[in-house]
């Protein structure tokens, strides 16, 4: 048989395409549920990271133990229907409408964890540009005053190894724990400070040396998805902060202690509980000791 | 069989150290000997299996075609091995990243194929392939040693210098773990092989 | 602005050669004189800025997940990723082809002296890895996946060229002689890399 001839070419090149391609579909479908599992389990166990829930066996179990509500909201703070967590698994999608300047059809996803001890922790996503590729993540924040962020979990796809890649370490992310993203009533996201944010800043963490551009785009994405998710958390936020409207401690959540029982504070009854449950309760009626930066100058 | 098949690529004509096939794709992968160690496996797999079908076909392979037929052989087991490793090791495939798919083009499987397996028997072309995928399999692994060792103080992820030693001073060398110090224990390796073997020596 | 930033990054910094070694098998055998480094080096620019622009349509119209969508509804839930690492490969084969043509018409004496090395750009992984890292990094458009064509590409030509200059000046030292030829260009390879580093703090 003549092995150069124009016939034989073409019908040996078209059957060893056919015969590749059905080999490769077949494998790709067949392993397909299991490829699918682990991306799913990837997102799982982010946000798992993100209310500072690690190191689990089974992320499946471990998700659908803490996390027991899950939703999507648009930009106007509304619920709309959807599965969250198919909406995660995409971000990229949601991101593509917020960068063609239509964050009014984004939909973006909410999820709550609830924790042993019964407090709240709801998880918000954020995904943009980063120096290479894109970067995503998640940020909790405390349920019972929507400011305080719990934890956060970043990855990205190809940031420079030792430098922006370093978002993705849990030193960096651990950095998150603890702050503010609303001063008083003004939303102010968290910043990333190059060369360090002052020990007392509330709203800032420390930039990675040599990854200045992958820092500030961390701080971009942030500041953007927050600020679509911000009429949904103002909506949360008054809804707690309501309860603690009363001339001692505005600021509900804060890490409130009360001291001194029985020194006949101005509204004593509270200190008996022993504990800051007062400050979310509905009546209000709070002693002034609470133990807050802000507190001091009031008792 | 001749038993040069599989001795020499281990060492006399190893492809990466003697023939400089195969440098492109992997030495990003040699941070840590995990990774080293599938990779290595991988190509010898994609090696062995593509020399193994090159040789099957070669009587009927058109030979205008030839170097893309070669490459769809080999394209296919690489795309196996990514889909496997996406589905069972998927924390190992996202480290990999693209350097699974970089297998396709590592010159050591073309370069087999086209010297080896396209004039032999397949069983001869099989061992060939196989010999050459773990002499590749093995530059790496040294090199992953050393670099995982001295860079990071661990071997397969598990700590092995002392605490104390750290106490007393002692630090990882962060050079180790940035690309150009494999270059450098590459060029360490030639040296050594060839201060061994006079006859590698180029004048 | 954004593409001037992208541009420096992959020729400096994520140099295709100091960062992630690819395409070494034919930086070490045709860096023996700057003449054929220099042709060999255009040569996989060329390529690489054709093939990556092309590759990157492919991916965003054909290959990745719901991409056929432009067809019809029918068609979203289609995912031909798997294909993607014999898609590219067809690509730059058969655009590799064509340049060979090219050069082999135009420059034959160039073609004679990059001899093997031209039908093997198909096999360069630098013009693969241009190809996988554009589809790992997710580039916005086609403008950014052509302009990091081009400073890739660039970024090797230059990485071959000057290794050429050096080792044309090496002839002339005295290196050990185990270390002769092979060994000395992987330590200076790994040398230069280090110089390459210094870019790494650019901030544009």
Same mark, same amino acid.
């Given at each position: ?38 991306? +799913?389990?990837e ?59 239509r ?23 954020a ?8 970067i ?14 719990? $934890? ?8 420079? /190894? ?5 978002i ?33 800043d ?5 930039? !990675? ?43 509900? $959540? ?46 | ?13 190893? /492809? ?16 840590q000997?995990?990774?080293?160690c ?17 040789s ?10 030839r ?41 050591? @499987? ?8 396209? $004039?032999n ?11 050459? $995928? ?6 790496? @692994? ?27 001073? *002692? ?21 050594? +092989? ?10 | ?13 994520d ?11 034919s ?32 991916d ?28 590219? !490969? ?48 997710? *580039? ?7 302009? *990091? ?10 990485a ?45």
């Open positions: 048989m003549n092995t150069n001839s124009n016939t034989y070419t073409v019908i040996y090149a078209t059957v060893l395409v056919v015969v590749v391609a059905a080999v490769l579909a077949y494998v790709s479908f067949t392993l397909a549920p299991a490829q699918e599992a682990n991306r +799913q389990n997102v799982r166990t982010q946000l798992l990271a993100s209310v500072g829930i690690q190191d689990v066996k089974n992320a499946k179990e471990a998700y659908d133990k803490y996390f027991t509500e899950s939703f999507l909201v648009n930009s106007l703070g509304e619920k709309v229907d959807g599965d969250a967590f198919a909406v995660a698994m995409n971000l990229k999608g949601q991101n593509d409408k917020i960068r063609v300047g964050p009014e059809n984004a939909t973006l996803p909410v999820f709550i964890c609830t924790f042993d001890d019964g407090s709240k922790a709801q998880v918000f996503a995904y943009g540009a980063g120096l290479w590729g894109p995503w993540g998640y940020i909790s924040v405390d349920a019972a005053d929507m400011n305080t962020v719990k $934890g956060a979990v970043f990855d990205h796809k190809g940031e420079t /190894p030792g430098l922006g890649a370093e993705a370490q849990p030193w960096f992310r651990e950095n998150f724990v603890g702050k503010k993203i609303f001063e008083g009533e003004e939303f102010t996201s968290v910043k990333v400070v190059k060369g360090g944010a002052a020990a007392d509330t709203h800032g963490v420390d930039a !990675i040396t040599g990854g200045t551009i992958t820092s500030r785009a961390l701080e971009n994405t942030l500041a953007k998805w927050l600020g679509i998710y911000l009429p949904y958390i103002q909506a949360q936020k008054s809804q707690v902060s309501s309860c603690c409207a009363h001339e001692c401690c505005g600021h509900c $959540g804060d890490a409130c202690a009360c001291e001194g029982e029985g020194e006949g504070d101005a509204c004593g009854n509270c200190c008996e509980a022993a504990d800051s449950a007062c400050c979310h309760s509905a009546e209000g009626g709070c002693c002034g000791k609470c133990k807050t930066e802000n507190s001091e100058e009031v008792k | 069989m001749d038993k040069e098949i599989y001795k020499k690529p281990l060492f006399l004509t190893n /492809p990466v150290t003697v023939l400089v096939l195969g440098i492109c794709s992997s030495l990003a992968v040699t941070v000997m995990k990774g080293a599938i990779m290595g496996l991988s190509v010898m797999i994609v090696t062995g299996f593509s020399s193994l079908f090159a099957l076909l070669r009587n009927g392979i058109p030979n205008r075609i170097i893309i037929v070669q490459l769809v052989i080999v394209a296919l087991f690489v795309i196996l091995i990514d889909q496997f490793l996406k589905a069972y090791m998927y924390d190992l495939s996202k480290s990999l990243s693209v350097y699974v798919g970089l297998i396709i083009t590592n010159c050591i @499987i073309m370069g087999r194929i086209e010297a080896f397996a396209l $004039g028997k397949p069983w001869p072309s099989f061992v060939d392939g196989i010999a050459n $995928g773990f002499g590749y399999a093995m530059i790496l @692994i040294v090199l992953s040693f050393f670099r995982e060792l001295l860079g990071s103080g661990t071997i397969f992820s598990i700590k092995v210098i002392p605490q104390s030693w750290y106490d007393a001073g *002692y630090m990882n060398n962060g050079l180790m773990i940035l690309p150009p110090m494999a270059l450098i224990l590459i060029g360490v390796i030639v040296w050594i +092989q060839r201060s061994i073997q006079k006859d590698l020596q180029e004048k | 602005m954004e593409y001037l930033n992208l541009f420096v990054k992959s020729v400096f910094i140099n295709m050669i100091f960062a992630y070694f690819l395409g070494m098998c930086f070490l055998a045709v860096s023996k004189n700057v003449k054929t480094a220099t042709g060999l080096g255009i040569a996989v620019t060329f390529v690489i800025l054709i093939t990556l622009p092309v590759n990157y349509l492919l965003k119209y054909v290959l990745s997940a719901g991409a056929l969508s432009w067809i019809g509804p029918d068609f979203a839930g289609i995912d031909l990723s798997f294909l993607s690492f014999i898609i590219f !490969i067809a690509v730059i084969a058969a655009i590799t082809q064509i340049v060979e043509m090219v050069v082999e018409k135009f420059s034959p004496s160039l073609y004679s002296s990059l001899g093997i090395f031209l039908p093997l750009i198909a096999v360069n992984c630098a013009v693969m890895g241009a190809s996988l890292f554009m589809q790992e990094r997710a *580039y916005a458009s086609v403008g950014e996946a052509t302009v *990091y064509a081009l400073g890739s590409g660039l970024g090797w030509f230059l071959i060229v000057a290794m050429a200059a050096i080792r044309e000046k090496l002839a002339y030292s005295n290196v050990p002689k185990p270390l002769k030829g092979l060994g000395i260009t992987f330590i200076m390879t790994g040398l230069m890399g280090m110089a390459f580093m210094a870019f790494m703090g650019i901030q544009l």
